[in-house]
């Protein structure tokens, strides 16, 4: 429970920092060191800091965030798999004032929600769509994503991806970037506070475009997944810059004329 | 002459290490004990705290509050200090 | 009864046209769909007609899929929103259905069938009973189902549809067919802006500091919760019962009852003339809500000497709940026809005939 100052040894410090109010109270049941708590918070943070949490409406997934919902204090909708932009589409629609998100996970958006994923963005719906790319479906223990990386163990590829009998990790990113509905395309990461404090600004950007009703502002996160990589936090974090970044490299992909 | 400090919610901590590794200080280390849920939470060993919140900002669980020095305090110390060696 | 005010001079309309007129009249505020045919009418009617005529949106979305989610969230915000198909279209959408009654949702979905199973024809059937009222997706649940069997009913149906959505928090079904959709008939419409909205506390439209947050979901993880929720739900439908309906046509002499929906029901009652021509005493019930379905009228009318005959553009769907009503009393027989076709008034006459020679009905006294 912060508190806005602390006395410590004599000494009167103020609060700098706090967990948003955007976020309940209710424990995250992610797994240690898991991206989504982090994407949660900024995401709630930059709500709570526009001041727009009673006029905002999210879409929860299905996947380790079905739970989302939970976590964040404004009013949503959990949707069926796959299909969280058509959700929010559906709410934009009726709801032409307020602000819209939907928050996927890689099988969520990129696999069996893939038409609705490409004709939101195609429709330049004026929503913000944010999608944790770990490349596993880490809910249902750790199989197989689109977006897994050649070679890569998980547990429907044991003996590691084989492209030639599989296909190959899909950049979904990059294809929706060459849609003309997709006003602002970036792909960001939260292992590090830089990182954070970067994709609060693409979050920020994203709510701005959304009141001037651009279209489509989408946001990948890659992130983690320990326990799908059967790895520690930090080991995590580590095989992710080697190896997910090379791939899906972090920045700017489609970058509005006011922002340049 | 502390200039920030953190306070961890240690039944909430989940003892992933992230915040550890980006202390620039290295003022934080995961505890011997552990909380009801089992996990050994994050806790500061060093009196060193600059309140920079990146332990705070990569942290999954929002479990970390971050304390700084106000700024006025902050002016006025390094006055004394000043003065002092002057 | 639900009164529907109309329009004091009749239009003659298609019945997929004088539906979505009727949707727009109905105050709907959101319509996402797919073409498919014998109901591609209603989807096109409504993008050349709403947008000179009112605020709603209607989106011709990417898949049956996609339509029934965009509904699914369109209906969490509160609004009234529609969507049409035929039966490949609406299996695409049973997952979204069963998500929408678990999580309470008003919406009105209309089924204009075809034969099938599969790609099938575009041809009439009513192949899809089974479907709308048994559930259709997965899990116990259960929605509102309305067939009519005129244009007329396809116009007023909106109007009780929605009502009945909105009033019980419930999808509710219009379980119509390619003939329906593409004949034409007079029609009285309903008068515009003659349903009023209601308040929905419940919906996701941005939360005020002065309430906790809406969520809508269909998920709850505590076996203790979903029982809960399906206990509540089971209530919902007992509550339902008392919005049955159905229509009756000379059963109080009848040797013979033939029970019928939608347009088989207007064959079955052209076959009812024809018979008493013949010196046969022939009624129909005609149910008018499929669920929920009218069991106690078709069971009052059971007894020794009297036969029922279904009659059904299928395989034998609702037979299947005549027999429960009727359970055993009277002998309860079938006639149906599959993959598109229509049967005649004369090929119903000549199996009500033998039914009357196999039971010795001619010049008997019932009962």
Known sequence: METNVLVENGETLECVYAKPHTLTDTPMHYCPGCGHGVVHKVLMETIEELGIAENTVGVAPVGCSVFAYMYMNVDMQEAAHGRASAAATGIRRMLPDKYVFSYQ???????????????????????????????????????????????????????????????????????????????????????????????????????????????????????????????????????????????????????????? | MITGTVVVATEICKGCELCIASCPQESLALSTSINRKGYRYAQLVQHNCTGCMNCALVCPDSAITVYRQPKAAKHAAAAVLNAQTA | MFHIEHDSTPKLMKGNEALAESAIRAGMQGYFGYPITPQSEILEYLTEQVPKRSKSVVLQAESEVASINMIYGAAGAGARVMTSSS?????????????????????????????????????????????????????????????????????????????????????SMILADGALGQMMEKVYLPKEGSLPYSEHPWATTGKPASRERNFIT???????????????????????????????????????????????????????????????????????????????????????????????????????????????????????????????????????????????????TVR
């Not at chain 1, 044991?158 to 602002?184: C, F, H, M, N, V």
């Not at chain 1, 830089?194 to 609060?200: E, I, W, Y």
């Not at chain 1, 997944?225 to 090379?246: D, H, I, Q, R, V």
């Not at chain 3, 059937?125 to 116990?140: E, L, N, P, R, W």
């Open chain 1, 105 to 260: 996970g890689d099988g969520d958006l990129a696999a069996i929600g893939t038409a609705e994923t490409i004709h939101t963005v195609n429709r330049g719906e004026n929503i913000l769509m944010v999608f944790i790319n770990n490349g596993i479906y880490g809910m249902t223990g750790g199989q197989m994503a689109p977006t897994s990386l050649s070679g890569m163990v998980t547990s429907t590829t044991p003996y590691g991806r084989d492209t030639s009998l599989i296909g190959y990790p899909l950049k979904i990113t990059e294809l929706l970037a060459q849609l003309p509905g997709a006003y602002y395309v970036a792909r960001h990461s939260v292992h590090t506070p830089n990182a954070v404090r970067k994709l609060k600004k693409a979050f920020r950007s994203s709510f701005q475009f959304q009141k001037e009703k651009k279209g489509t502002c989408f946001i990948e996160v890659v992130s983690n997944c320990p326990s799908g990589w059967k790895m520690t936090p930090l080991e995590a974090n580590e095989w992710m810059e080697k190896n997910m970044f090379p791939y899906y490299p972090i920045g700017d992909i489609k970058v509005p004329k006011e922002m340049k």
């Open chain 3, 87 to 171: 039966s490949p279209g609406i299996s695409l959408m049973q997952e979204g259905i069963s998500y929408i009654a678990c999580a309470e949702l008003p919406c009105l979905l209309v089924n204009v069938q075809r034969g099938g199973p599969g790609l099938g024809t575009i041809q009439p059937s009513q192949g899809d009973y089974f479907q709308a009222t048994k559930g259709g997706g997965h899990g116990d649940y259960h929605i509102v189902v309305l067939a009519p069997s005129s244009v007329q009913e396809m116009a007023d149906f909106v109007f009780e549809g929605f009502r009945l959505a909105e009033a019980y928090r419930i999808p």
């Open chain 3, 218 to 364: 269909s998920l709850h993880m505590e076996p203790e919760k979903m029982e809960e929720v399906n206990l509540h739900l089971q209530d919902k439908y007992r509550q339902l019962k008392k919005e049955e309906r159905f229509e009756l046509s000379a059963v109080n002499d009848a040797d013979i009852i033939l029970v019928a929906f939608g347009l088989t029901a207007r064959i079955c009652n052209k076959a009812r003339e024809l018979a008493a021509e013949k010196g046969l005493k022939v009624g129909v019930i005609r149910p008018v809500t499929l669920y929920p379905f009218p069991y106690d009228i078709i069971a009052s009318h059971a007894a020794p000497n009297r036969i029922f005959l279904t009659v059904e553009m299928n395989a034998g769907q609702m037979v299947e709940d005549v027999r429960l009503a009727v359970n055993g009393r009277s002998p309860v027989y079938f006639k149906g026809r599959t993959g598109g076709m229509i049967p005649n008034p004369e090929e119903i006459l000549l199996e009500i005939e033998a039914l009357a020679e196999k039971h010795s009905l001619h010049n008997q």
